[in-house]
């Protein structure tokens, strides 16, 4: 079955990447019609990139791959289960299915899990832990949306 070659060809760049010391044991394999477009791993830890996870990685190498910021038709097959950062990424790029190996669950005894993030996500942005407040723009310079839309408009 095809799913369980991409699958483990997700968990082999995990532990891979824990052998190199690269970052955490995350890997990423993003499929189109049957064939991978493109791989990533977790590089945390060689990057000093707090977004370089797996999913993050694999989705800007499709991307660049395919010449486009949607990723229409494509599967993304994960070692662990996407934190909300990379499921946010997942859904702005369009990618049709998600699967995963190992839960939150599993992940939790090994400090792995980011079910915290997924319950901070659900609160109220006001209730949320880190301080996340919206300052009115007193300027009279143009509305960056206003100029996108306009912009957009004339193409």
Same mark, same amino acid.
């Given at each position: $079955? #095809?799913?369980?070659?991409? $699958? &483990?060809? +997700?968990?082999?760049?995990?532990? #891979?990447?824990? &052998?190199?010391?690269?970052?955490? %044991? !995350?890997?990423? =394999?993003? =499929? &189109?019609?049957?064939? =991978? ?12 990139? %707090? ?5 993050? @990685? +694999?989705?800007?190498?499709? *991307? ?10 494509? #599967?993304? /097959?994960?070692?662990? @289960?996407?934190? %909300? $950062?990379?499921?946010? +990424? ?7 299915? =998600? /699967? !995963? ?8 005894? !090994?400090?792995? *899990?980011? +079910?915290?993030?997924?319950? @901070? $996500? ?11 407040? @919206? ?8 509305? %960056? ?6 912009? &957009?408009?004339?193409?």
């Amino acid at each position: $079955m #095809e799913i369980s070659k991409f $699958m &483990k060809q +997700a968990i082999d760049l995990a532990r #891979e990447n824990v &052998k190199i010391k690269h970052g955490r %044991p !995350f890997g990423a =394999v993003i =499929v &189109k019609h049957g064939e =991978v477009i493109a791989t990533g791993v977790n590089d945390i830890l060689e990057t000093h990139d %707090p977004t370089a996870h797996a999913e993050i @990685q +694999a989705i800007r190498k499709a *991307s660049q791959y395919l010449q486009t910021a949607q990723l229409t038709g494509c #599967e993304l /097959y994960a070692s662990g @289960q996407p934190c %909300p $950062m990379c499921l946010s +990424a997942i859904h702005l790029s369009g990618v049709k299915a =998600v /699967y !995963f190996a190992y839960s939150n669950e599993q992940a939790t005894e !090994f400090g792995l *899990s980011t +079910a915290h993030l997924y319950e @901070q $996500m659900a609160l109220p942005i006001e209730k949320q832990s880190l301080p996340i407040r @919206q300052i009115e723009n007193t300027t009279d310079s143009e509305h %960056p949306y206003e100029l996108w839309d306009n912009i &957009k408009r004339v193409k």
